[in-house]
């Protein structure tokens, strides 16, 4: 390996958060350029050594006394030696994070709300040196876009923690309180691996209109008696809402989704609850319930929805995309076209509610 005269890291782009230069033969007398805004960290074994701010430095046995020290120690003496040289930029960066987490379980039904979140955090490295043994020792990692992942997953994973742990009344009425605490714990994350978060922003947190409405009531019970008021208040305020009054009983059941309608049919009949397995650990849920409550897996089919920007596979159902934040709208239709008036019905809607013709 030929000995390196001069070190320099001249190609940072705005985006690099560091370079690393592996398996450099240097000498007491080869020069370390550091521009503004960079650190140069002398790195060996995993280890981090001597940091150089900015300037030009000619290493000498003082400047580089912890290096010079481990070299000793392993009995590498004279002018020449191998070690890496990981120059880390000073810069403010920004992580975008977005993705879905649930809800802690609640109510009898355990219910799991489906929490979208999307936003950013602008951040530098504050301890270079903690830094590089963080992502060049223990991590792996070789480049900007490595560290920069691994930035995006740990936000991901402390908000899909965080959330797990309240149930959906706590997260409905402290939204706020909820990602301030989100926010405190990624600080401390980022600083045990030597960066500093400079602010963390939820741009949004979406919480469904479902789960709003669980929240305001007492579970599955009030859910659907909300419900029944709403669709009754709906069909008394539309056009030929008077035939749709008077078929009060009828109306409510034409738009209620199916599940719900079935789990009155069913509390009304007093018959025993249908329940679906859990394909991911065997638990029975309630017909009707989303997520299972034993362990939390979809219970509805597998599928994928691709993010329109950055082409990433995200799971069915997802609104935000995990890897860019991106708005998913689904693809599934939203709404079913009746074949004889052409009004347009919520899906699940067994009748049409303009001409009561049978839908699907
Ligand atoms: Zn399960
Ligand atoms: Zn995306
Ligand atoms: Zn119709």
């Given at each position: 390996m030929p000995v390196i005269e001069k070190v320099s890291w001249d190609y940072a782009g705005a985006e690099d958060i560091a370079y690393r230069f592996p398996n450099l033969s240097l000498?007491?007398?080869?020069?370390?350029?550091?521009?503004?805004?960079?650190?140069?960290?002398?790195?060996?074994?995993?280890?981090?050594?001597?940091?150089?701010g900015p300037g030009r430095h000619t290493i000498t046995s003082n400047n580089i006394p912890l290096l010079t020290a481990a070299l000793r120690?392993?009995?590498?003496?004279?002018?020449?030696?191998?070690?890496?040289?990981?120059?880390?930029?000073?810069?403010?960066?920004?992580?975008?994070?977005?993705?879905?987490?649930?809800?802690?379980p609640s109510g009898d039904i355990k219910y799991q709300a489906e929490l979208g979140f999307f936003g950013y955090m602008l951040y530098k490295v504050e301890d270079p040196k903690l830094f590089v043994v963080e992502f060049f020792?223990?991590?792996?990692?070789?480049?900007?876009?490595?560290?920069?992942?691994?930035?995006?997953?740990?936000?991901?994973?402390?908000?899909?923690?965080?959330?797990?742990?309240?149930?959906?009344?706590?997260?409905v009425k402290n939204v706020d309180a909820t990602t301030?605490?989100?926010?405190?714990k990624i600080s401390d994350e980022a600083a045990r691996v030597g960066l500093k978060v400079i602010d963390c922003v939820f741009e949004g947190v979406k919480i469904p209109e479902e789960a709003r409405r669980f929240a305001s009531g007492m579970g599955a019970q009030?859910?659907?008696?909300?419900?029944?008021?709403?669709?009754?208040?709906?069909?008394?305020?539309?056009?030929?809402?008077?035939?749709?009054?008077?078929?009060?009983?009828?109306?409510?059941?034409?738009t209620m989704p199916y599940m719900m309608a079935q789990q009155m049919q069913q509390a009304q009949a007093g018959q025993p609850?249908?329940?679906?397995?859990?394909?991911?650990?065997?638990?029975?849920?309630?017909?009707?319930?989303?997520f299972c409550g034993n362990c939390g897996a979809s219970l509805a089919p597998q599928a994928k929805v691709v993010c329109p920007k950055c082409k990433a596979e995200n799971p069915a159902g997802t609104k935000f995309c995990g890897n860019c934040g991106t708005p998913l709208t689904q693809p599934a239709a939203s709404e079913i076209t009746c074949p004889?008036?052409?009004?347009?019905?919520?899906?699940?809607?067994?009748?049409?509610?303009?001409?009561?013709?049978?839908?699907?």
């Amino acid at each position: 390996m030929p000995v390196i005269e001069k070190v320099s890291w001249d190609y940072a782009g705005a985006e690099d958060i560091a370079y690393r230069f592996p398996n450099l033969s240097l000498k007491y007398g080869s020069q370390v350029i550091v521009k503004e805004n960079q650190w140069a960290v002398f790195f060996r074994d995993g280890k981090a050594y001597d940091v150089f701010g900015p300037g030009r430095h000619t290493i000498t046995s003082n400047n580089i006394p912890l290096l010079t020290a481990a070299l000793r120690a392993l009995r590498i003496i004279g002018d020449i030696f191998d070690c890496e040289v990981v120059f880390v930029s000073n810069s403010q960066f920004r992580a975008n994070f977005g993705g879905t987490a649930y809800s802690a379980p609640s109510g009898d039904i355990k219910y799991q709300a489906e929490l979208g979140f999307f936003g950013y955090m602008l951040y530098k490295v504050e301890d270079p040196k903690l830094f590089v043994v963080e992502f060049f020792g223990n991590r792996g990692a070789s480049s900007s876009r490595d560290v920069e992942n691994y930035i995006r997953g740990f936000i991901n994973e402390r908000i899909i923690n965080e959330f797990g742990n309240h149930d959906i009344f706590t997260v409905v009425k402290n939204v706020d309180a909820t990602t301030d605490k989100v926010t405190l714990k990624i600080s401390d994350e980022a600083a045990r691996v030597g960066l500093k978060v400079i602010d963390c922003v939820f741009e949004g947190v979406k919480i469904p209109e479902e789960a709003r409405r669980f929240a305001s009531g007492m579970g599955a019970q009030a859910m659907m008696m909300q419900y029944m008021k709403e669709t009754a208040t709906e069909l008394k305020g539309s056009e030929g809402g008077g035939a749709a009054a008077a078929g009060l009983g009828a109306g409510m059941g034409l738009t209620m989704p199916y599940m719900m309608a079935q789990q009155m049919q069913q509390a009304q009949a007093g018959q025993p609850q249908q329940l679906i397995i859990c394909q991911s650990c065997g638990a029975k849920n309630p017909v009707g319930t989303k997520f299972c409550g034993n362990c939390g897996a979809s219970l509805a089919p597998q599928a994928k929805v691709v993010c329109p920007k950055c082409k990433a596979e995200n799971p069915a159902g997802t609104k935000f995309c995990g890897n860019c934040g991106t708005p998913l709208t689904q693809p599934a239709a939203s709404e079913i076209t009746c074949p004889k008036c052409n009004a347009k019905n919520p899906v699940g809607t067994k009748f049409c509610g303009n001409c009561g013709e049978k839908l699907g």
